[in-house]
T-cell receptor, first 114, second 112 residues
Framework: GEDVEQSLFLSVREGDSSVINCTYT??????LYWYKQEPGAGLQLLTY?????DMKQDQRLTVLLNKKDKHLSLRIADTQTGDSAIYFC??????????????FGQGTTLQVKP | EAGVTQFPSHSVIEKGQTVTLRCDPI?????LYWYRRVMGKEIKFLLH????????ESGMPNNRFLAERTGGTYSTLKVQPAELEDSGVYFC??????????FGQGTRLTVV
């Protein structure tokens, strides 16, 4: 079945690195995404990775994909207070690749302490 | 380029009333999706339009929910009659074929 799991809460100090983890069950995932939701705002696409990649870096963001373990992580370097938000992991499976239907996790609330 | 716009941003209605949510996708995006997040849980897919056609409505909870996209532009999601468990945040997203989905700010629906 299709299931995406995330831990619910992460607290870090400003300047530290944050690592948000996600596991999924469907081995046919084609694309995996990270979305960010700031308070009162919509979902902002942060980054995505294709399933044949194992790493993608974009400025302070590093996405790691372990396809064998079905584990995805988002590392934020030099975390700032403005990074405080809910981070959602999402996948598109092979069965949904034609439609673009996203399967989301529950979201991880990142709290950044000054 | 304007993003995905949803209206209203908040709605508080009584059980049994009707509410209509609206979504204006990014211009030129044929794909339009509705999702819902209930009580801090995961965001769940409701349905998918390609232009004016419903491609997948497997996530619609029941027949109290009706989505339309007349003319293939904006979409509406009507809940009639609303129940307490319909409370949540309703997100709309749009995309080009094969492209990433861009989301609106959501409509927070509270049924009391």
């Amino acid at each position: 079945g299709e299931d995406v799991e995330q831990s619910l809460f992460l607290s870090v100090r400003e300047g530290d690195s944050s690592v948000i983890n996600c596991t999924y069950t469907d081995s046919s995932s084609t694309y995996l995404y990270w979305y960010k939701q700031e308070p009162g705002a919509g979902l902002q696409l942060l980054t995505y990775i294709f399933s044949n990649m194992d790493m993608k870096q974009d400025q302070r963001l590093t996405v790691l994909l372990n396809k064998k373990d079905k584990h995805l992580s988002l590392r934020i370097a030099d975390t700032q207070t403005g990074d405080s938000a809910i981070y959602f992991c999402a996948e598109i499976t092979a069965g949904s690749s034609n439609t673009g239907k996203l399967i989301f996790g529950q979201g991880t609330t990142l709290q950044v302490k000054p | 380029e304007a993003g995905v716009t949803q209206f209203p941003s908040h709605s508080v209605i009584e059980k049994g009333q009707t509410v209509t949510l609206r979504c204006d996708p990014i211009s030129g995006h044929d794909n339009l999706y509705w999702y819902r997040r209930v009580m801090g849980k995961e965001i769940k897919f409701l349905l998918h339009f390609v232009k004016e056609s419903k491609q997948d409505e497997s996530g619609m909870p029941n027949n109290r929910f009706l989505a339309e996209r007349t003319g293939g532009t904006y979409s509406t999601l009507k809940v009639q009659p609303a129940e307490l468990e319909d409370s949540g945040v309703y997100f709309c997203a749009s995309s080009r074929p094969g492209g990433a989905a861009f989301f609106g700010q959501g409509t927070r629906l509270t049924v009391v």
